[in-house]
């Protein structure tokens, strides 16, 4: 059996545990792979939205839960941040689960080389999910519908002989003009806030986009998702900071 890869951090959000796209199996894999001193779970891990609608738990689910658990009894500093689809748990927060799992709203990392990231889910900062929630909700609808017709697109591309994925709902996000531009204010609205709080960085989620960059001298660091790209941030044990795409590995 191939030893893990030490990292010294691992960041991952936005799995949506409870719903029928949650790659669980995926990161299942990747948590097998990957073995860090700290383990950052940045919001939308279980997806409440979701108990309201049709919830799709598999046993794949409950063993992410495990894993997690096992990791933090285990001497893996776990820390879980809230996200708007978790955030049934904010009211409770911040929450002590034993000296290496924690929940809270937003945390600071200091990174090897001394550098401060401020650690959120990043829908505090979307002024949708802020001041129209039901926006929000619809947008979450529309996104859903996306990955259904994901599955129907592909099934008509192996129909002609095409095997490689191809991500509607990613086609989307990258290309519609609306899409791009939200993405790009929501990159700069967190860089900001990042700078006037005398952070050198930001590590984030929320939007399904994964991204590494430098913003205004602020390192803007997006760990993606575990619907469809199956990404995640990692600090290496030299204190480099990577995008892991796990499905391209």
């Not at 096992?70 to 009211?91: C, M, Q, S, W």
């Not at 899409?179 to 204010?185: A, E, K």
Request: aromatic residues 12%; hydrophobic residues 40%; charged residues 25%.
């Amino acid at each position: 059996m191939q030893e893990p890869i030490q990292v010294r951090s691992i960041f991952i959000s936005d799995i949506h545990l409870g719903t029928k796209f949650s790659k669980a199996e995926e990161l299942l894999d990747f948590i097998r792979k990957y073995e860090s001193q700290n383990l950052f779970l940045v919001g939308d891990i279980i997806d409440g939205w979701a108990i309201k609608r049709k919830f799709n738990w598999k046993q794949s689910h409950s063993d992410v839960i495990q894993k997690i658990l096992r990791k933090a009894r285990k001497n893996t500093n776990v820390y879980f941040i809230a996200g708007n689809h978790d955030e049934f748990l904010r009211p409770f927060l911040p929450i002590l689960l034993g000296d290496r799992l924690r929940i809270e709203n937003e945390m600071t990392y200091e990174d090897l080389h001394g550098k401060k990231h401020l650690v959120t889910h990043g829908d505090f900062f979307d002024s949708i999910t802020m001041t129209k929630k039901w926006l929000a909700v619809l947008g979450d609808y529309g996104y859903d519908l996306l990955l259904h017709l994901n599955g129907v697109v592909n099934f008509g591309r192996r129909l002609f002989g095409v095997q490689k994925y191809w991500s509607l709902s990613k086609y989307a996000k990258d290309s519609i003009k609306s899409s791009v531009s939200f993405i790009s204010d929501y990159e700069g609205i967190l860089a900001a806030h990042a700078k006037r709080n005398n952070y050198d960085g930001v590590i984030c989620g929320h939007i399904h986009k994964a991204e590494m960059r430098d913003i205004e001298g602020i390192q803007y660091l997006n760990c993606g998702d575990w619907v469809e790209s199956c990404t995640a941030v990692v600090e290496t044990l030299e204190g480099e900071w990577k995008i892991i795409n796990f499905l391209e590995k």
